[in-house]
């Protein structure tokens, strides 16, 4: 398996735009993950799903946040309207069963500048 | 509120020698304490991970220990190399009802040099 794979690698965008983050887990891994990094506040939990239904979407930080999961090997993160502290890096994980001893398997991550 | 503290924020050592990170935790209930390593540019990548009723754990040259009563954990790396360069993640998983929420620690930035 390719393992979490994330796209784009890279984004620069201007402030108002709409962005999309990309990502596909790991074949046969039911729990997916919405992460974002930044030198302030290191990874946060932005929302997880479970066999493609969102579970808890509490660490999204405002209405401009959406994501979706359309089936077991495609999620989506949007960011509309896109302003200038969103910028991070966004990672993706997944893991098999979602328990507290199951491995995440994390994506190479998205950076995403917003000017 | 459950927070997860790592010191220190940065380290440089000189190959070959070794060091110690620390993590301090407040996450109740408590399942498990992991320690990821992140290469620059790369995603978080597991190294070990722990329950309540362990104590040590090793992944080559990298030993974690937890401390359950005192709520403190340590990753001990020997012999390190310049490879060994990255960010050091204390991270502590909940209780089964969190299901996969993990809570992270800042990390320690590790710079082994020549």
């Known amino acids: 398996d390719a393992g979490v794979i994330q796209s784009p690698r890279h984004e620069v965008t201007e402030m108002g735009q709409e962005v999309t983050l990309r990502c596909k887990p790991i074949?046969?891994?039911?729990?997916l993950f919405w992460y974002r990094q930044t030198m302030m506040r290191g990874l946060e939990l932005l929302i997880y799903f479970n066999n493609n239904v969102p579970i808890d979407d509490s660490g999204m930080p405002e209405d401009r946040f959406s994501a979706k999961m359309p089936n077991a090997s495609f999620s989506t993160l949007k960011i509309q309207p896109s302003e200038p502290r969103d910028s991070a890096v966004y990672f993706c994980?997944?893991?098999?069963?979602?328990?507290?001893?199951?491995?995440?398997?994390f994506g190479p991550g998205t950076r995403l500048t917003v000017l | 509120k459950n927070q997860v503290e790592q010191s220190p924020q940065s380290l440089i050592i000189l190959e070959g020698k070794n060091c110690t990170l620390q993590?301090?935790?407040?996450?109740?209930?408590?399942?498990?304490l992991r320690w990821y390593k992140q290469d620059t540019g790369r995603g978080p990548v597991s190294l070990t991970i722990m329950t309540f009723s362990e104590n040590t754990k090793s992944n080559g040259r990298y030993t974690a220990t937890l401390d359950a009563d005192t709520k403190q954990s340590s990753l001990h790396i020997t012999a390190s190399q310049l490879s060994d360069s990255a960010s050091y993640i204390c991270?502590?998983?909940?209780?089964?009802?969190?299901?996969?929420?993990?809570?992270f620690g800042q990390g320690t930035e590790l710079s082994v040099k020549p």
């Open positions: 993590c301090n935790y407040t996450v109740s209930p408590f399942s498990n």
């Open positions: 994980a997944s893991s098999f069963s979602g328990g507290p001893l199951d491995e995440q398997f």
């Open positions: 074949s046969g891994h039911d729990y």
């Open positions: 991270v502590v998983s909940g209780g089964a009802n969190q299901g996969g929420k993990l809570i």
